[in-house]
């Protein structure tokens, strides 16, 4: 009877034992990352064929990697900016554009993309501040004087929109937004009546 009841625990003693040592065996490695191994310009193929394929969250993580990597950024911010404007993640695509902004004031067009995006979002100080950025006399983007005119009306200063209203106009009097820069600038303009 003792025998037994020492055999027993025994019994289970030697068999959890065996169940302990086959799940202790080793352990697999994680698998790799496939994107560390990736060289940058594979990263950014990779990352365009995905937003050919409309996925556009996917295509941003690839290209961010390729950024990451090291490549032109002159190249990659761009296509990472229109990939978040195009998923409506605007906040995204202020983070990718903004610091290369700062570090390339040159980039008139990235200036105004930074100046509509936060004119979208309503920050109406910083988005003058990226528009003014963009018609500096250097590297004029004449897009940007309709915006901030625009901005200008919504903050009631309307003298200042015409200013910019005409300077648009004389600058591309066949713009995208000649036509609409035309009709404020009637409706903001006082009439003058003519004294004799």
Do not use: W
Request: hydrophobic fraction near 45%.
């Amino acid at each position: 009877m003792i025998a037994s009841r020492i055999a027993l625990p025994m019994i289970l003693l030697l068999s959890l034992g065996g169940c302990m040592s086959q799940r202790q065996g080793p352990v697999a490695p994680p698998p790799a990352d496939p994107i560390a191994a990736t060289p940058a310009e594979e990263l950014r193929a990779k990352g365009l064929a995905h937003a050919r394929r409309g996925d556009l969250t996917r295509a941003q993580q690839y290209l961010s990697a390729a950024q990451a990597k090291g490549f032109d950024e002159k190249v990659i911010v761009p296509e990472l900016v229109k990939i978040c404007i195009a998923a409506s993640r605007l906040r995204a695509a202020l983070a990718f554009a903004e610091p290369y902004v700062d570090k390339h004031p040159e980039d008139a067009g990235m200036s105004y993309v930074v100046g509509t995006i936060h004119l979208a979002l309503g920050d109406l100080q910083r988005a003058s501040s990226h528009l003014s950025g963009a018609l500096r006399p250097s590297h004029i983007m004449i897009d940007a004087a309709y915006s901030l005119a625009l901005i200008a009306m919504e903050e009631g200063r309307t003298g200042e929109a015409r200013e910019h209203l005409k300077h648009y106009l004389r600058a591309a009097p066949k713009g995208q937004f000649a036509s609409r820069a035309k009709n404020l600038l009637e409706r903001i303009t006082p009439i003058v009546l003519s004294q004799n």
